[in-house]
């Protein structure tokens, strides 16, 4: 094969997998869209508060210890050294369930019926608040999250691939990080067991129930509000795999919570409410952006197109289709 | 007692349609005008300009653009940043080409060159509706700060990458850059809000706000009585980036002087602050994108001056709990008054109505 074939290859590959870390935070967004209307722009903070949350309790540190310590003069930073990543991943997992159950209880409870701008707006507070939180939290520093996931190049592919190119050419092998392929494995379990979930248990139903017509739902006697718990919480689980898999990407800092903004692009090629358009939308976004920057960035030497390309790209489908790929047809009536 | 209407008489349709039918608002208006033009110049500091006055002219002047835009037509947008930037950047373009051009001209020049931006990110509108709409209109924001940070000809080919405003005066006084007095900034930016204000309210009273508001309740239904969407939604994009490019080219021009696009026009700095002002202050209400303005610019200083003043908190932990207070604000303001503080404003008149003899 020639150089150029495997580094096309190459960038495919990567692009389809830094779209499933997209399509990881757009899952987020399309759950809670479905069950209760509510563009929750809050998702990239929700991961960040998770992975800082994660964090927090492997190295054992004090909540609010900077601030405490700042008012009262004291010093003390930590309980215990250090936590294995399993017990803090199960914590974290509470302390997701409870901000779930607090935000319905505080703030979701108090909108119903409001506008959507309205309830998007309230969204954007959660994430001032959460953000504003999680820093006094666990202090603003950047941190190094571990939870075991290998990461970097793999070297037994680029030795592998070395010997496919044609004889004579300069080529090191194919650079594909570890981190990504343990995201996709991630990512096709939690879908699986998402889609399991729904479809095979009683909750499962009552969520899609919900999902299709409030009204209609609540009629039948499902509880709306506990319905919403779930989801955010459901939500909150699968932000904080974002969170890890961010986190261990780039270290856990304030800018993790901008992937929402990455996030974005995703949910509106693929719907808002539809959880395959989440994937597929993420696999389209993430290979036209790498394709993009290689190829295009490349080409005109114009360089870091990648924070508004995927926009574009979005934008030029919804032309075609304003609902997005699967999204539910918007059907409008005087 | 105090907002009594009683005995007001209208004979005329004209002084029925006034913009403050009760003659209390008319007085107080006039009075706020009085003491803005004639009192405020002649007692206002450095201080005053730079951290309260001018700051809240020019977010009104944005929020009025992005209320007539969201608010009276309907579309959500979170490109305010970018179009900002786009007033900002015209300005500039503008002072090196025509070094000799009165800065009136060059502000309202930044404007209409902002509005036709606008209309180009319009466009989709006409296609793309509700939350999709708003995702889309990020694409505009994110295209635009890469464009004024990639292409050197947009700041000159300096190395910084900075744009820096040069001095230009009015009437033989400075009203840019670093020399000009405090009253003749705000001066300055006042008429420019006062008419374009008043300027929006008429527009919002006649024909063409009408129509924007009849696409924002439904446009299927506008369309069907013979509102035409595409003149409609684009001219709403074209007059608000109007105003927006108005207040990004004061932004830049008079109140920050220098500036870098990334930093200065970001979506957390310009966009959601600005929607956050119009909702808060009210959508759909000229008095709410004031008050709005009057909030978000008068928070934060008096956040600071409690946490760090008074409490005596490191910067960087009032910075966090700044944005912890600001966002339980926000959500607390959305659960007890959606309708923003324009709609509270109107409750206390129903009371003073009466008050303080309620039989």
Redesign the interface.
């Known amino acids: 094969m020639s150089v150029e074939l495997l580094n096309f290859i190459e960038t495919v590959i990567n692009g389809l997998m830094s779209g499933i870390m997209y399509s990881l935070v757009a899952l987020g967004f399309v759950l809670i869209f479905k069950a209760s209307g509510v563009f929750n722009f809050a998702q990239g903070v929700f991961a960040l508060f998770a992975a800082l949350t994660l964090v927090g309790f492997q190295t054992g540190q004090v909540p609010f210890s900077h601030l405490i310590n700042e008012l009262f003069g004291t010093n003390f930073h930590n309980w215990y050294p250090s936590l294995h990543s399993f017990f803090a991943i199960i914590l974290t997992i509470i302390t997701m369930i409870v901000l779930a159950w607090l935000i319905e209880k505080l703030v979701l409870k108090h909108l119903v019926n409001q506008e959507p701008i309205i309830l998007f707006m309230a969204t954007i507070g959660l994430a001032f608040v959460l953000e504003g939180v999680g820093d006094l939290m666990w202090g603003s520093d950047v941190k190094v999250l571990d939870v075991g996931i290998p990461s970097g190049g793999s070297e037994w592919l680029e030795k592998t691939t070395v010997g496919w190119a044609s004889e004579g050419s300069e080529y090191y092998g194919m650079y594909i990080d570890v981190l990504n392929v343990w995201a996709t494995i991630i990512a096709v379990i939690l879908v699986t067991a998402l889609a399991l979930f729904s479809q095979y248990t009683k909750t499962g139903r009552a969520l899609r129930a919900v999902a299709d017509d409030h009204q209609a739902a609540l009629s039948v006697g499902i509880s709306l509000r506990s319905i919403w718990v779930l989801v955010w919480a459901i939500s909150g689980f699968i932000a904080m795999v974002a969170g890890i898999m961010w986190g261990t990407e780039s270290g856990v800092q304030f800018s993790l919570s901008l992937i929402a903004l990455k996030a974005l692009p995703v949910l509106i090629l693929g719907g808002f409410t539809s959880i395959p358009g989440a994937i597929i939308g993420g696999l389209l976004i993430g290979l036209g952006e790498k394709l993009a920057e290689i190829y295009i960035g490349g080409l005109l030497d114009i360089g870091a197109i990648e924070n508004w390309f995927a926009y574009f790209m979005a934008l030029v489908f919804l032309l075609f289709r304003p609902q997005g790929l699967f999204g539910d047809k918007i059907i409008e009536r005087v | 007692m105090i907002y009594k209407e009683t005995g007001q008489f209208k004979s005329t349709y004209e002084s029925d349609h006034s913009i403050f039918p009760l003659i209390q608002d008319k007085i107080a208006f006039n009075i706020l005008m009085l003491v803005a033009f004639l009192v405020v110049p002649f007692f206002i500091d450095s201080y005053w300009e730079k951290a309260i006055l001018i700051p809240f002219l020019i977010y009104s002047m944005a929020a009025i653009g992005l209320n007539i835009l969201?608010g009276y037509c309907g579309q959500?947008s979170l490109g305010t940043g970018g179009f900002m930037a786009v007033g900002a950047f015209a300005t500039y373009k503008i002072m090196t080409f025509f070094p000799d051009l009165n800065i009136m001209i060059i502000v309202l020049l930044s404007g209409v060159i902002t509005a036709f931006v606008g209309i180009l990110f319009g466009l989709?509108s006409l296609?793309?509706?509700?939350?999709?709409l708003?995702?889309?209109t990020?694409?505009s924001q994110?295209?635009i700060?890469?464009l004024f940070n990639?292409v050197p000809w947009f700041y000159n080919y300096s190395d910084t990458g900075q744009i820096t405003v040069s001095e230009r005066t009015m009437f033989g006084v400075a009203v840019t850059g670093a020399n000009a007095p405090s009253y003749a900034t705000y001066l300055f930016c006042l008429i420019l809000v006062v008419v374009l204000g008043f300027a929006a309210k008429n527009m919002i009273r006649s024909k063409i706000g009408r129509s924007w508001m009849a696409i924002r309740d439904?446009d299927?239904?506008a369309e069907?009585i013979g509102v035409p969407p595409l003149k409609t939604k684009l001219s709403a994009f074209a007059i608000s980036s109007f105003y927006i490019g108005i207040a990004g080219s004061l932004y830049f021009a008079v109140y920050l002087g220098a500036l870098e696009v990334t930093e200065s026009f970001d979506?957390m700095a310009i966009s959601?602050p600005v929607?956050?002002m119009i909702?808060i202050g009210g959508?759909g209400s000229m008095l709410g994108s004031f008050l709005g303005a009057a909030f978000i610019v008068l928070l934060p200083i008096f956040l600071k001056n409690v946490m760090v003043d008074l409490i005596g908190?490191?910067a960087?932990?009032a910075k966090?709990?700044?944005?912890?207070?600001?966002?339980?604000?926000?959500?607390v303001f959305?659960?007890l008054e959606?309708h923003g503080l324009a709609r509270l404003w109107s409750i206390a008149k129903e009371k003073l109505r009466k008050w303080p003899f309620p039989y």
């Open positions: 969201t959500v989709p296609r793309i509706k509700g939350f999709y708003a995702v889309a990020l694409a994110f295209f700060i890469w990639k439904m299927i239904a069907i979506i959601f929607l956050f909702i959508l908190l490191s960087v932990t966090h709990f700044e944005i912890t207070i600001w966002g339980l604000l926000m959500v959305l659960i959606p």
